[in-house]
């Protein structure tokens, strides 16, 4: 590999070079813990402030003997009907409100990125998470003045930015730190990993702390916040260093050389629904197997908007204290870990093909195969809660349902394949590179269907509350995942692949 030059024109050594670049990704990694994790503290917390307050309304009305000289519960009282229905209704909303703002600002803020700085983005994300976890705090401690269905306008700042944005700048930020793609891909890999870290200490941690005090977790997520504000400055920014020429990996996912707000005089409507008809004209000119694939994304989508619920259906079910069901998801998470960071790359290694210069990738047959393989876990996991009445058999059925977790892994590198992308003839005459605008396509695919997912779920669970068909979720999950498997039946791949 021939040496490359600094500036003064001395050759700098690839090995004395790399070492550096990684240094560039740390403060990157810190924001995606601190955030995560924050994120991560907020749902079993918010879960039990709400039952409490619910659990307490309905005990003065109909028992006020339940309720203890120190004005507390024993939760276990509170897993009646009344109020878990309730808790599942105002969950539901809050959820569906905090998905609707990051879907309907994503491509705005991405002129905003483009504008002012991706920086200048990721600052305003952690303003709906502040303020999201403080108005829970305010809610729940002065609960004498403050109306329990106050706490819905949590999420109302979510338009400045929810998860979809903040990955969208993260990938963006990752990959702007090199040009060399097995340090690219290493670094997505870091990051990867660092999420999943905090999916399997969250849970546990907020078990552990809300025991302590209530509000503890909240507080800490607050702080972790706070923490990550000056982070964001140390991050190295270089949207505005790039020529226009820059490669498309390097902006933000939703965003187009062709489109640049600082150049823009006109009203931001016309850039947003220009955006979207490139978007549209990119997936007309593309095989069917794209449409198969979008489809395949909105429906696994919708039905992992199950595991929103599994709290409350661990609480609800098995009469369970939310700090216990925090324990088990921990548990399960850690499976999820293990797969994604030592299995699925044990795969890569052994049946991946490396170019010159390439991380090792699997074959368009290899990446069919393995997703029809999770989408059958997914399906089998889901129908294994849905029918499980005790915790010793919810246990092994969530650790199937979380081997389907890697179903992105494969999903996802099947976008860049010879069968999915246009051939020459076919490519939009209006963007130079389409293939890097699939990833923007398929990320606002699947955060519709969270967003349709949300409110279905916790409809689904009310039903099932009412009903004590407390798997009615679940069995329709397993649904979602069947219909997923037919339409992928349908995606066909060269041969030799």
């Known amino acids: 590999m021939d040496d490359i030059r600094s500036d003064a024109g001395e050759p700098v050594s690839e090995a004395r070079r790399r070492p550096r670049l990684r240094l560039t990704i740390v403060p990157l990694l810190a924001l995606i813990l601190l955030v995560n994790l924050s994120a991560s503290l907020y749902q079993l917390p918010l879960n039990r402030i709400i039952e409490r307050r619910l659990c307490r309304d309905y005990y003065g009305t109909h028992d006020p003997s339940a309720i203890g000289n120190d004005g507390n519960i024993d939760e276990k009282l509170c897993k009646i009907d009344d109020v878990q229905k309730s808790l599942a209704w105002i969950v539901g909303i809050m959820e569906t409100l905090w998905i609707v703002g990051d879907f309907v600002m994503t491509i705005p803020l991405g002129f905003v990125a483009e504008k002012y700085g991706r920086r200048t983005v990721l600052w305003l994300n952690i303003v709906p998470r502040l303020f999201l976890l403080s108005w829970v705090v305010m809610v729940g401690y002065f609960e004498k003045s403050m109306p329990l269905k106050a706490i819905i306008a949590g999420p109302c700042l979510s338009i400045l930015g929810g998860n979809c944005v903040l990955n969208s700048i993260v990938y963006a930020l990752a990959a702007s730190l090199t040009d060399d793609n097995v340090i690219r891909a290493t670094y997505?890999?870091?990051?990867?990993?660092?999420?999943?870290?905090?999916?399997?200490v969250g849970p546990g941690l907020a078990g552990a702390t809300m025991t302590l005090n209530l509000f503890l977790p909240l507080l800490i997520g607050i702080c972790l916040l706070l923490l990550a504000i000056p982070t964001?400055?140390?991050?190295?920014?270089?949207?505005?260093?790039?020529?226009a020429s820059e490669d498309e990996q390097r902006r933000p996912l939703i965003s187009s050389p062709t489109l640049k707000a600082q150049s823009s005089n006109g009203s931001i409507l016309k850039p947003i629904v220009k955006r979207f008809h490139t978007l549209h004209s990119i997936v007309r000119s593309h095989p069917r197997n794209l449409t198969l694939l979008l489809i395949s994304f909105f429906l696994t989508s919708l039905a992992s908007s199950d595991t929103t619920l599994l709290a409350q259906f661990i609480s609800k079910r098995y009469h369970w204290e939310f700090a216990s069901a925090g324990y088990l998801l921990s548990a399960k998470a850690i499976v999820n870990?293990?797969?994604?960071?030592?299995?699925?790359?044990?795969?890569?290694?052994?049946?991946?093909?490396?170019?010159?210069?390439?991380?090792?990738?699997?074959s368009d047959r290899d990446n069919v195969e393995y997703t029809r393989i999770c989408l059958i876990l997914s399906e089998i996991g889901a129908l294994a809660i849905a029918l499980s009445i005790t915790p010793t058999?919810?246990?092994?059925?969530?650790l199937i349902y979380s081997l389907g977790s890697a179903l992105p892994v494969f999903t996802l590198g099947l976008l860049k394949s010879p069968s999915v992308t246009p051939k020459d003839s076919n490519r939009p005459t209006d963007s130079t590179e389409p293939e890097t605008h699939i990833f923007s396509i398929v990320m606002m695919v699947k955060i519709l269907g969270s967003l349709v997912g949300a409110p279905l779920m916790a409809a689904l669970w009310v039903k099932g509350i009412s009903t004590g068909i407390y798997g009615i979720p679940y069995y329709v999950s397993a649904f979602l995942y069947a219909c997923a498997s037919i339409v992928f039946l349908g995606v066909k791949v060269q041969r030799g692949r």
């Open 393 to 398: 058999l919810l246990f092994p059925a969530l």
């Open 232 to 243: 964001i400055s140390l991050l190295a920014d270089p949207t505005h260093h790039h020529p």
């Open 337 to 362: 870990f293990t797969l994604l960071t030592f299995v699925i790359p044990g795969i890569l290694r052994i049946r991946g093909t490396q170019g010159p210069n390439q991380p090792p990738t699997l």
């Open 188 to 200: 997505f890999s870091w990051t990867n990993a660092v999420s999943y870290v905090v999916t399997f």
